[in-house]
């Protein structure tokens, strides 16, 4: 833990599955527990998380009066009741990251008193396992000091990249649901697998192990996609013919409007679309 977050408190309120993903992260990057608030609607949930990491468990008011950074934790349709319940005791020198999917920074600026420093992250569920995209965005009083104290936080489970808020949905449609495409291209290929007669199991650890590989040397070669398709396609090949068959059924064009329906969905509920 850098020496910017050494000392501050930070409380988790509605603490989740993402929530306490942040939360285990944190402590496992030298976080002391002493420092670490939780709140959650179920008292006995709070509970459960202070008896297992240590950390202590606060009311909605008290989190905001002790801790120095509050990370809002519940989802999109709960954030409304948790404002009105947090507000009043909300100092302007407090912190508040927002990772609700959908809404914007001015939200939270309108409710809160005038100053208070908002920043928007959309975190994705591979923070789970400490490989998260987390992509945040500063509000109109964040200072530079806000955004490095919310990156430090989030780094601790994955990587943390800023954009402007009005990238946000498109970040959203990239990151923030792109597991789910992965999931959906791997469930489609060992369906695939099986009916080239291989067993579920094997066509599984195939594709999954494939999966791993070819993101390490994405992640790591620094090479282009394009380049590393290319090494794989040899003239005449399977891989050119299997290439062929997925242009011919448009599969690029596909994940391009698959993206585009993502980013307006993401819009359509920052604007209070259901």
């Known amino acids: 833990m850098t020496s910017s977050a050494t000392g501050q408190k930070i409380a988790f ?42 950390v202590t468990a606060v009311s909605n008011a008290d989190a905001a009066k002790l801790a120095d950074t509050l990370i809002l934790a519940v989802k999109p349709q709960d954030m409304g009741v948790l404002l009105h319940d947090l507000a009043p005791h909300v100092a302007t020198d407090r912190l508040v990251v ?5 809404i914007p920074t001015t939200w939270f600026e309108d409710r809160l008193a005038a100053g208070t420093p908002v920043v928007r992250v959309m975190p994705n569920t591979p923070v789970l396992v400490d490989e998260g995209m987390s992509v945040i965005s500063g509000g109109s009083h964040a200072t530079e000091a806000h955004l490095v104290r919310t990156e ?4 601790s489970v994955g990587k943390a990249l800023r954009v402007p808020e009005s990238q946000q949905d498109a970040a959203t449609a990239l990151s923030g649901s792109g597991p789910a495409y ?36 994405l992640r790591d070669s620094g090479e282009h996609p394009v380049k590393l398709r290319e090494a794989v396609t040899s003239p005449a090949g399977t891989t050119i013919a299997a290439i062929r068959e997925l242009e011919n059924h448009g599969v690029r064009a596909a994940m391009l409007g698959a993206l585009e329906a993502a980013r307006d969905r993401s819009r359509e509920l920052a604007g209070g679309g259901k």
Request: glycine share 12%.
């Open 13 to 54: 309120l509605g603490t989740g599955k993402i929530g306490e993903a942040l939360l285990s992260g944190l402590l496992r990057a030298g976080k002391d527990p002493a420092d670490v608030l939780v709140t959650a609607r179920r008292p006995e949930r709070a509970e459960e998380l202070a008896s297992r990491y240590g």
């Open 98 to 102: 927002s990772a609700a999917a959908g």
């Open 152 to 155: 430090e936080i989030f780094r």
């Open 182 to 217: 992965f999931y959906f291209l791997v469930e489609a290929m060992i369906d695939a697998g099986i009916l080239l007669g291989l067993p579920r199991t094997v066509a599984h650890d195939l594709i999954v192990q494939s999966a791993i590989g070819a993101s390490i040397m």
